[in-house]
């Protein structure tokens, strides 16, 4: 079995990553350079994937900046940087723009599976990591790579604390992961990327060993 991670660096995508591996599967990650302010991210996927072994791919779709300059304060440093969830927070179809790219390279390297890692404290304020849209996305890539491709987010039915539990019990090395949106070279501690890091650390229970700056 071969699948794809859509591996930003993060907690999600780490404890996606460390799952399919568990699973017996040879794991492909791919990382994308989207015009994130947060560039520090990719180099803390670059350590994770050599932690964990396997494939690991960069690509860059920094061009996209030019497309949500204005939008989201992610590539934006003129947007305001809340610590709670706002509009602004979100990138318009980023995992839409990522799963077709990765569906690319899946059918390129012969991988079946696509993982991505949103959960269910994601759902209710990001359209692209609800199930209604990932399945729907599967039915497309099948329809255009004329394959029975899996695309799928195996913690989707978790909460993120419930996602970092299994984290700890799969390995996973979440001080090595990076949810700021800021730049570092410490987490901000302010941003809500970084309280919904905390959040889910202490609701699970485990010992939080990020540093913050705040």
Known sequence: MKCVVVFSGGPDSACVAYWAKDRGFEVNLITFDYGQIAKVEIDH???????LGGTH????????????????????????????FSDPIIVPFRNGVFL???????????????????????????????REFYKAFEEAARWGTDTQIIIDA???????AEMFGRGVE?????????????????????????????????????????????
């Open 45 to 51: 996927a670059r350590r994770i994937a050599q932690e």
């Open 57 to 84: 791919k960069v690509v860059d779709l920094s061009s996209l900046r030019g497309i949500y300059s204005g939008v989201t304060s992610l590539v934006d440093n003129g947007i305001q940087m809340t610590r709670e």
């Open 100 to 130: 077709a790219v990765t569906v690319a390279y899946a059918a390129s390297v012969g991988a079946d599976t696509i993982l991505y890692g949103a959960h269910g404290s994601d759902e209710e304020n990001y359209p692209d990591c609800r």
């Open 154 to 160: 195996p913690f989707n039915g978790l909460t993120k």
């Open 170 to 214: 799969l390995g996973v090395p979440l001080h090595l992961t990076w949810s700021c949106y800021r730049n570092g070279p410490l987490h901000c501690g302010a941003c809500e990327s970084c309280n919904n890091r905390r959040r889910a650390f202490r609701e699970a229970g485990i010992h939080d060993p990020t540093e913050y700056e705040a």
